[in-house]
């Protein structure tokens, strides 16, 4: 099969960090948008994305891109789409998404989605000469973007979000998508050696992140895809891929003592149940928890020998109006723990607008949306 045009989904904002993590994985940037970044590469790529993307949400095959303003133009060139490449004569072809773009004159989603579903039809019932389209093999999820008259049809080769990496069984009201918390974590410039302090760590996102960053644990290694049953992806390209990247955990594991990772939370509910996902993680030996309110971390034994790190957190947000007023004194103490270390950078994500006014001006800023809420990245850099 010829190069593909591979499209990896982020949270907007974060495309660099992902742009960066594709590199690493030896692929060619070709374009990048909010939310978006394109690649080229080869059907073997598809198990290696996918194992080891930490910041990106899914990973797509670009089939087709082209114009098309009427339904006539849309139902012709989604007939030329080559999807026999992937879909078998029994394939379960659904076209389950198609977005709605307001800049181009076909907006219906629906109507877009039933028009390319029923090219394709037309398409394997021609190419493999048959009346009968069983879909009873595999599963073969096609989306279609819409922008600016531009179509774009993908096909989905991870199914269930890449977020879901498996450890996290349990949380709290307001976890923080793993995703994002590796991005985050990559902001931050942590590395192995270095110490990382999260304060509100809920059910434990991001020291768990942070430390199978640390141990080169890929993140998705565990889980299923949708892609795994396909033929038109070898079964050694997967075998091949997953070797590749647990072969990285074994030679990095060898330095672990160094690592200095801690989680604190004021509920020792949450407290228990970071344990139990950082055990699910395979990182419980390289983290230590403790339940303990942000205005008395600083003060921690565990800490005590501690001169320099990163303080990364995801404090609450006071989403509703009602929980404002209860949030201040939270970011009052987060505050106060902070002057007390000293060389520590850190970084908060929070929507909350009234943050930098209790913590002091930040060194810099950056716009995050987690989830459908905008937030910033706030932080207070030691060295600028
Ligand atoms: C937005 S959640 C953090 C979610 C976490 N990042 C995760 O992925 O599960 C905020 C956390 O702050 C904790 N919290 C609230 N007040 C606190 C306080 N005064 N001191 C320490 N933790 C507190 C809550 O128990 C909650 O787990």
Known sequence: MDKLTF??????????VLKSEIRKLGLEISEVTDGEVKAIGNLSDIPRLNFNLRTAERVMIEMSIFKAV??????????KVEIEKFVPVDGEFLVTKANQDKNSVLKSSQANQKTVKKAFVDRLKNVYNTNVLTETRGKYPFRVKFNKNICSIRLDTTGDSLHKRGYRIKSGLAPIEETLAAALIKLTEFSKDKVLVDPFCGSGTIPIEAAMIASNIPPSVDRAFVSETWDAISRESWKKARAEALENINQERLSMNEIKIFGFD?????????????DRADVADIIHFETCAVRDFWNLECLKNIESGIILCNPPYGERLEDKESIVPIYKDLKTSYEKMKNFDMHIITSFEDATKLLGKETKNRKLYNGMI????????VNV
């Open 70 to 79: 009427e339904p006539d133009e849309l139902l012709e060139n989604a007939r």
């Open 7 to 16: 499209i990896l989904i982020c949270h907007f904002g974060l495309e660099k």
């Open 266 to 278: 004021i509920d020792s509910n949450m407290i228990r149940i970071a344990k139990e996902n950082a």
């Open 374 to 381: 905008k937030t910033y990245l706030y932080s207070y850099l």
